[in-house]
């Protein structure tokens, strides 16, 4: 089945240390996404990728860096993870039909925590 | 700006209950809207969606209408399980990104 995975679901990493998170997509879609989930909120979107383009978004700290080296993997980096950078993220991807964004399409989502 | 606006929870119902959460959103133009269902744990799941005003979107006895006149997208299951216990998400689709609600918790007891 086309999908989403995101690895790994569950990540530790200690205040300071860099760690990576890692999406991956079976469904050939342009656009990825990377959303910040905190405990009973909505998804905050970071930052999205459209093709190769990166789009940050205004307010996305600058701890929070994104790499996408094919049309298949994106990568989100969290320089020196902080205690409040702990939460759930999400990664999506979304076609492109008529050159309109349309549905997104999530990842199972990585819990960070941060000790 | 654009904006969704979801009726608070949490909403707890017996089982075979009939469900409502109410949706309304703020944006410019004609957005498309959806909702997602997010269980415990999981990301989230495109429940359903509609692109134009007076669409209907529905999936496993969910159901929703888009209402450009009274700018509302609300979500209604004729009778609710106990699997459906979920945070429900409201969102549109507008300047290429997606704006959420705050999310409604729905729990449904046996």
């Known amino acids: 089945d086309a999908m989403v995975i995101q690895n790994p679901r569950y990540q530790v990493t200690q205040f300071g240390k860099p760690v990576t998170l890692s999406c991956s997509q079976t469904?050939?879609?342009?656009?990825m996404y990377w959303y910040q989930q905190k405990s009973s909120q909505a998804p905050k979107l970071l930052f999205h990728y459209y093709d190769k383009d990166f789009n940050n978004e205004a307010d996305t700290p600058d701890n929070f860096q994104s790499r996408r080296p094919n049309t298949s993997f994106c990568f989100l980096d969290i320089r020196s993870p902080g205690l409040g950078d702990a939460a759930m993220y999400l990664c999506?991807?979304?076609?492109?039909?008529?050159?309109?964004?349309?549905?997104?399409?999530f990842g199972p989502g990585t819990r960070l925590t941060v000790l | 700006g654009n904006s969704v606006t979801q009726m608070e929870g949490p909403v707890t119902l017996s089982e075979e209950a009939f469900l409502t959460i109410n949706c309304t959103y703020t944006a410019t133009g004609y957005p498309s809207l959806f909702w997602y269902v997010q269980y415990p744990g999981e990301g989230l799941q495109l429940l359903l969606k509609?692109?134009?005003?007076?669409d209907k979107g529905s999936n496993k006895g969910f159901e929703a209408t888009y209402r450009k006149e009274t700018t509302s997208f609300h979500l209604e299951k004729g009778s609710v399980q106990v699997s459906d216990s979920a945070v429900y998400f409201c969102?549109?689709?507008?300047?290429?990104?997606?704006?959420f609600g705050a999310g409604t918790i729905l729990r449904v007891k046996s």
């Open positions: 509609a692109t134009k005003a007076d």
């Open positions: 969102a549109l689709l507008t300047a290429n990104k997606l704006v």
């Open positions: 469904l050939n879609h342009n656009v």
């Open positions: 999506a991807t979304s076609p492109l039909r008529a050159g309109l964004y349309n549905e997104q399409f």
